[in-house]
């Protein structure tokens, strides 16, 4: 059975993916939440999500800044999955800490931004790309694809049929070149580290043979609890300057998740792509 790894799962996209996964794949979810409980919490994510509630199990406790949980996590899916059963690691755990100056800096604050925005990503895949098929195995896996009329990949499109992925959730503000404002150090400086992070990653897995490709990806400006501070609770959706509802960004996510692949001209491993499709400079 392949497995989708959600870290980040507590709210905003990170719940809504675990939903969409469960809604439109055959995928198994194992959701990693910081939470200290997880039955009301499974219960939050099971609603409306029908039989694919089955498919669910929730890893409470599992704080990013803390690597101990993580590799708990890692042991518990090894164990009942087994090695190899990994198909996605979607990491979307984050925090925004908006400074406008200097003088705004709190050295125990942008190391926590550090922390959950970089590091947090790094230590989940440290543990969980170990789980993650190599291409032999992977082929092996896909032999059970082969019937044209009735296409078996439990991921549904989701990701693409000749690959497994890596996908960190990043910022259009992590690129250097795209900087012409300033401001927000912490959090630009912590989402740049991850890109780079993400491209040692993809790296990493090109030259072990693994099935993964590692991108990073922009969502846009989602209206969540996590933007409301910076744009206002009352903002609207916007497609056309990248303000999107939760629905839509899912959407968005979901459909740049299919494309990503290893075959063509187009180098997706690697890179930070946005909502739509387009790449962002470093």
Same mark, same amino acid.
């Given at each position: 059975m392949s497995v989708a790894i959600v870290q980040g799962c507590s709210s905003g996209l990170g719940l809504a993916l675990t939903q969409h996964i469960l809604r439109h794949t055959n995928l198994t979810v194992y959701a990693l939440t910081h939470q200290s409980t997880s039955s009301e919490f499974r219960d939050r994510i099971a609603v409306n999500v029908g039989k694919g509630k089955e498919r669910l199990t929730v890893l409470s406790g599992v704080d990013v800044r803390e690597e101990r949980g993580l590799e708990k996590a890692a042991e518990t899916v090894k164990e009942r999955e087994g090695k190899g059963s990994v198909r996605l690691v979607a990491c979307l755990a984050g925090v925004l800490h908006a400074e406008k100056s200097l003088g705004a800096i709190d050295l125990e604050t942008a190391l926590s931004t550090f922390q959950i925005n970089t590091l947090g990503h790094l230590l989940t895949y440290k543990h969980f790309v170990p789980l993650i098929p190599?291409?032999?195995?992977?082929?092996?896996?896909?032999?059970?694809?082969?019937?044209?009329?009735?296409?078996?990949?439990?991921?549904?499109?989701? =990701?693409?049929?000749?690959?497994?992925?890596?996908?960190?959730?990043?910022?259009?503000?992590?690129? =250097?070149?795209?900087?012409?404002?300033?401001?927000?150090? %912490?959090?630009?400086? %912590?989402?740049?580290?991850?890109?780079?992070?993400?491209?040692?990653?993809?790296?990493?897995?090109?030259?072990?043979?693994?099935?993964? =490709?590692?991108?990073?990806?922009?969502?846009?400006?989602?209206?969540?609890?996590?933007?409301?501070?910076? =744009?206002?609770?009352?903002?609207?959706?916007?497609?056309e300057h990248g303000r999107l509802t939760v629905d839509q960004a899912i959407d968005s996510m979901t459909k740049v998740m299919g494309k990503v692949t290893r075959e063509g001209d187009e180098k997706w491993g690697g890179r930070c792509w946005d909502w739509k499709g387009e790449r962002i400079e470093w």
């Amino acid at each position: 059975m392949s497995v989708a790894i959600v870290q980040g799962c507590s709210s905003g996209l990170g719940l809504a993916l675990t939903q969409h996964i469960l809604r439109h794949t055959n995928l198994t979810v194992y959701a990693l939440t910081h939470q200290s409980t997880s039955s009301e919490f499974r219960d939050r994510i099971a609603v409306n999500v029908g039989k694919g509630k089955e498919r669910l199990t929730v890893l409470s406790g599992v704080d990013v800044r803390e690597e101990r949980g993580l590799e708990k996590a890692a042991e518990t899916v090894k164990e009942r999955e087994g090695k190899g059963s990994v198909r996605l690691v979607a990491c979307l755990a984050g925090v925004l800490h908006a400074e406008k100056s200097l003088g705004a800096i709190d050295l125990e604050t942008a190391l926590s931004t550090f922390q959950i925005n970089t590091l947090g990503h790094l230590l989940t895949y440290k543990h969980f790309v170990p789980l993650i098929p190599n291409k032999r195995e992977f082929k092996s896996l896909q032999s059970s694809w082969q019937d044209p009329e009735k296409p078996k990949d439990p991921a549904r499109g989701m =990701i693409g049929r000749d690959n497994s992925l890596c996908f960190s959730l990043s910022a259009r503000v992590g690129s =250097i070149s795209d900087n012409e404002r300033g401001g927000w150090y %912490s959090y630009r400086a %912590s989402k740049a580290a991850l890109n780079q992070v993400v491209r040692c990653l993809d790296h990493e897995l090109a030259n072990k043979s693994s099935s993964a =490709i590692a991108v990073g990806y922009h969502p846009g400006t989602v209206l969540t609890s996590f933007t409301s501070p910076i =744009i206002g609770k009352d903002a609207k959706p916007d497609l056309e300057h990248g303000r999107l509802t939760v629905d839509q960004a899912i959407d968005s996510m979901t459909k740049v998740m299919g494309k990503v692949t290893r075959e063509g001209d187009e180098k997706w491993g690697g890179r930070c792509w946005d909502w739509k499709g387009e790449r962002i400079e470093w």
